[in-house]
């Protein structure tokens, strides 16, 4: 199964902005919706394109409430995230998944909240460790070059 978490924007209530409003109430009507990490939306899809096409319904909510959406595609990687813009180019056949994984974008797990995402290249497949405060966990989400550093 294709996993979608959507982030909200610090200063919004992400679970109710989108269940609030008829189109993504819609949208989300066929999902189980669970909260892994605090103001968090997750899915579960049937794949990759689905996981996709969810979050161009979602697009107009995405740019105003969430501020990152990830995908899990577990073709890919069982325990890594993908960014929106590198499932989008993966389902589109213009990125190959066997060459993501280095450019990665590493979000800090402290109370149950994800924190300070830090851009980092994963080198000899080690990942470097999460420094800008203390966290409990990672989640590492593998990013496009160009989203890289953003």
Do not use: H, Q
């Not at 740019?63 to 589109?92: K, M, N, Y």
């Amino acid at each position: 199964m294709t996993r979608v978490c959507l982030v909200g924007d610090e200063d919004v209530d992400l679970r109710y902005e989108l269940l609030s409003r008829e189109t993504s109430r819609a949208a989300l009507a066929t999902y189980d919706v669970d909260e892994p990490y605090a103001n968090t939306v997750a899915v579960g899809t049937v794949s990759l394109g689905a996981a996709v096409s969810l979050l161009n319904d979602l697009n107009w909510y995405l740019a105003r409430f969430a501020s990152d959406a990830l995908v899990r595609e577990p073709s890919v990687s069982g325990d890594e995230w993908l960014s929106r813009d590198l499932a989008t180019a993966i389902r589109d056949g213009d990125i190959d998944p066997a060459a993501t994984g280095d450019l990665l974008k590493v979000y800090g797990v402290a109370e149950n909240r994800l924190v300070e995402p830090m851009y980092v290249t994963r080198t000899g497949g080690v990942i470097p460790e999460y420094d800008l405060r203390d966290v409990e966990g990672t989640v590492v989400v593998r990013v496009t070059e160009s989203e890289f550093g953003t």
